[in-house]
Every structure is written in C-alpha cells, then in structure tokens.
C-alpha cells in the first residue's frame, strides 16, 4: 500500500531577473565561443542609470562580441543579460527575438555607419522609429487619416531630433554624398527616434578628425543629459573614453581585467599589461637600460 502520509516539499521558485536600483544593465558569467575559439569568456559588470560607460581592450578582445551578445545578433553560450526597460521592467535579453530589443529602450550604433544613401536625412531617421509606428501597411498605402496624422507626428519629433543634433538645414539632403561626420550625427539622430534607455555606440569617433571627436563628446553628452539615457560606448580613442566616460570595463581575449575610474582603469598593472605587453616594472626598466 503506498505511503500517503509522505510529505513532499514544494520546489523552490525561481528567483527573478533583479538589478540593483540604480542599475539599467548587467551581465553576469556571459560567454560565447565560435568552435574551439572563446570569444566571450565569464565576462560580468553592470552599468548605472545615466551613466557613460566604456568598454576597452585591445583588438580582438571580444569587445564587438560582447554588443552582439547584449544585442542579441549574437546568443551566448551561458550567461545572462539583464536589462531595464522602458516600462520598468527587468528581463533577461538571452534569447529573446532580435528586433523586439529596440522596443524596450535598447538601440545601438555599427562600427560602419549603416544609412540608405538614396534617401533624404530625414526619411533615414524615420526608420528609427518605424517600431512606434502604430498605423498597418494598409492604412498607411492608402494614406489613410490615421495614416496621415501618424506621419505628421513622426517627422515633427525627426526634425526635432535633427534640431538638436544640428543638422536640421540639410534633413533633405540625399545621405550618400555626406561627409562622414555629418553621417555620423545622422545614425546617432536616429537611435533618439527609438525612445532609448541604453544606447550603445560602436566606435563612434572612428575616421573622425579632432574637432569632429571633440564635438562627438559634447554630443555624447547632450544626449545622455536631454534624453536621460545610458551611454555604453566601446572606442579605440583613448583620449575620448578617458574624457567622457564615468566609468570603464577592460577586457582582454574576452577576460574581465578590471573596472573603475579612467584614473583606476590608466593605473591598473594587468590593463598595462594587456595594452603593452608588458608590467609596468618592466617597462621602466626597459626605459631605464
């Protein structure tokens, strides 16, 4: 006869995705490998509300890889990415469909600025925020009411953006004979269609000059300031991730090396190591002999 009388405890509930409350992203033992090669490897730190945040380390570090893995173009291997959306809300980003991601307030820039040179500057913004759209195709083919009034509110909030980006002057300007610096302003114009919590930016000062990368830091932080965003920014320009950023994570063939204060982060022997192949001990000896 069997046992009723046996009690069985229930099994414990899992816990839910939490972040600290002044915290809008963290990723936890993320790791991610191609074959035999790790990409990503138990890389974990967390980025504050507002913040501007660096990620560094030399090429090949995994620092594109890790965008991808927050991103979801690319789905690691183990690990977790939790995120604070726009309603409030933490979710773990691992396996969710790519192209809802934008919808909860998480927009991100390419290393290759990627705009459709035949169309206008405007019409390139207005792709940004083709997910607030609320119109059907139908209505918006038949050029419907609704339709139509949609439109009128969306380019009015494109041309603001293109007002505060100061390029307002040339939103019908045809985007594939720009300079490279105005396009550059045009893809950052648009991740401010999506509403974002957290914009990531990939290599934003690359083939930039220095007055173009000085006036990108002020950008930087207009947006951050106006629109009340994180910044996560990864970038070879030293000069500007030590200028702007609060904070900074370096990393190293996909390895947590050390997080802090660019002061922290310039002092740290293993970032040192990693930059310069060598400790800092040895460097002066080498500069002594």
């Not at 019409?123 to 419907?144: E, Y």
């Not at 629109?227 to 000069?239: A, F, G, N």
Request: charged letters at 25%; a neutral charge.
């Amino acid at each position: 006869m069997a046992n009723t009388n046996v009690k069985t405890s229930a099994a414990p509930a899992a816990k839910e995705p939490t972040l600290a409350p002044d915290e809008v992203l963290r990723i936890d033992g993320l790791s991610i490998h191609f074959g035999g090669l790790k990409a990503v490897d138990n890389l974990s730190f967390a980025i504050k509300e507002k913040e501007i945040f660096g990620l560094i380390g030399p090429n090949g570090a995994g620092k594109t890889t890790v965008f991808n893995c927050i991103t979801q173009f690319y789905t690691p291997n183990a690990g977790s990415v939790l995120f604070r959306t726009n309603s409030g809300a933490v979710e773990n980003l691992v396996g969710k469909p790519v192209h809802t991601i934008i919808r909860k307030g998480l927009v991100r820039t390419f290393q290759n600025v990627e705009l459709i040179p035949e169309l206008s500057i405007i019409d390139n913004v207005l792709i940004g925020a083709h997910s607030d759209f609320k119109c059907g195709m139908f209505s918006q083919a038949l050029k419907l009411p609704g339709a139509r009034k949609e439109e009128r509110k969306m380019r009015q909030k494109a041309m603001d953006v293109l007002e505060f980006m100061g390029i307002a002057d040339l939103s019908e300007t045809p985007c594939g004979g720009l300079p490279y610096g105005i396009r550059k302003k045009v893809e950052m114009a648009r991740t401010l269609m999506c509403n974002p919590k957290l914009i990531i930016l990939d290599e934003p000062a690359a083939g930039l000059n220095d007055v173009e990368t000085q006036q990108l830091a002020e950008t930087i932080y207009q947006v951050r300031d106006k629109y009340h965003c994180t910044v996560l920014l990864v970038e070879h320009d030293m000069r500007l991730v030590m200028s702007i950023c609060d904070r900074i994570c370096a990393i190293s063939f996909g390895k947590f090396l050390a997080c802090g204060t660019p002061a922290e982060i310039q002092q740290n022997k293993q970032v040192q190591e990693a930059y310069l192949g060598v400790s800092e001990e040895a460097y002066e000896k080498e500069e002594k002999v």
